[in-house]
């Protein structure tokens, strides 16, 4: 090839390139987290075993204190939060693309499906890990109770699925009166663990799922359990 052949073929080849480097897609920098990837992730961690694992590692540490609280004296309790804390509302949450609907009916498995039928048909399954707390504190002789912002109408069917799912007989079930409005699920919460201390009783623990279950005090002990799937204030 002569040096005018090679020159001009050295120009048309960063010609060709300069037309593919300004024909290149440009690929804008994501500003925030991609809400259909978090899904993904949301699934996966549930999939994977990571979220039962995770689970069992918090309740497991509760086992553990509740095993070395000294049981005599006052009497102990001990409080549950229900959803995601007790009971696990998976079927609902994959129905809702991992989300809430709380009014229509509920569509299962494909969706959606609206909170009201969904509670009412009281098919949720027990957390495993918190079972197992709930009736190492009935052979310790501590009383159960379980705190929700459930509303009071929906109580037959939320004790329904309580004893199905096999907890031990409650001390007591505080649900969120019909249509009430609380700032924080602790304003409703709180002052209920305080009722308890006030009857007599020692709480000793108090596990959930969401910071506000555990917030305003009332309690020795507390342990939150994961929840990546929704937040109440």
Same mark, same amino acid.
């Given at each position: #090839? =002569?040096?005018?052949? *090679?020159?001009?073929?050295?120009?048309?080849?960063?010609?060709?390139?300069?037309? %593919?480097?300004?024909?290149?897609?440009?690929?804008?920098?994501? +500003?925030?987290?991609?809400?259909?990837?978090? $899904? *993904?992730?949301?699934?996966?961690y549930q999939a994977s075993g990571d979220y039962a694992r995770d689970l069992? %590692? /918090?309740?497991?540490? %509760?086992a553990r204190y509740l095993e070395g609280v000294d049981a005599g004296g006052?009497? +102990?309790?001990?409080?549950?939060?229900?959803?995601?804390?007790?009971?696990?509302?998976? @079927?609902?949450? /994959?129905?809702?693309? /991992?989300?809430?609907?709380?009014?229509? @009916?509920?569509?299962?498995?494909?969706?959606?499906?609206?909170?009201? @039928?969904?509670?009412? #048909?009281?098919?949720?399954? @027990?957390?495993?890990? =918190?079972?197992?707390?709930?009736?190492?504190?009935?052979?310790?002789?501590?009383?159960?109770?379980?705190?929700?912002?459930?509303?009071?109408? *929906?109580?037959?069917? =939320?004790?329904?699925?309580?004893?199905?799912?096999?907890?031990?007989?409650?001390?007591?079930?505080?649900?969120?009166?019909?249509?009430?409005?609380?700032?924080? %699920?602790?304003?409703? $919460?709180? +002052? $209920?663990?305080?009722?308890?201390?006030?009857?007599?009783?020692?709480?000793?623990?108090? #596990?959930?799922? *969401?910071?506000?279950?555990?917030?305003?005090?009332?309690?020795?002990?507390?342990? $939150?359990? +994961?929840?990546?799937?929704?937040?109440?204030?």
């Amino acid at each position: #090839m =002569t040096g005018s052949l *090679q020159r001009f073929a050295f120009a048309t080849l960063l010609l060709l390139g300069a037309c %593919a480097q300004r024909d290149a897609p440009v690929l804008p920098t994501e +500003p925030t987290p991609n809400l259909g990837l978090l $899904k *993904q992730d949301l699934l996966h961690y549930q999939a994977s075993g990571d979220y039962a694992r995770d689970l069992a %590692a /918090v309740a497991g540490e %509760a086992a553990r204190y509740l095993e070395g609280v000294d049981a005599g004296g006052e009497r +102990p309790a001990i409080v549950l939060d229900i959803d995601e804390t007790s009971l696990s509302n998976w @079927p609902y949450l /994959v129905a809702n693309d /991992v989300g809430r609907i709380m009014h229509g @009916p509920c569509d299962l498995p494909q969706g959606p499906c609206g909170w009201v @039928p969904w509670a009412e #048909m009281a098919e949720a399954a @027990p957390i495993d890990p =918190t079972l197992a707390v709930a009736r190492l504190a009935e052979a310790r002789g501590m009383a159960l109770f379980l705190i929700t912002g459930r509303p009071e109408s *929906q109580r037959r069917a =939320t004790e329904r699925n309580l004893r199905a799912a096999g907890y031990p007989e409650w001390a007591g079930l505080y649900m969120e009166p019909d249509g009430a409005v609380f700032a924080s %699920a602790a304003d409703f $919460k709180a +002052p $209920k663990r305080r009722e308890i201390v006030e009857q007599g009783y020692r709480i000793v623990l108090n #596990m959930g799922d *969401q910071l506000s279950d555990l917030e305003g005090g009332y309690a020795e002990r507390t342990f $939150k359990l +994961p929840n990546p799937y929704y937040w109440i204030f």
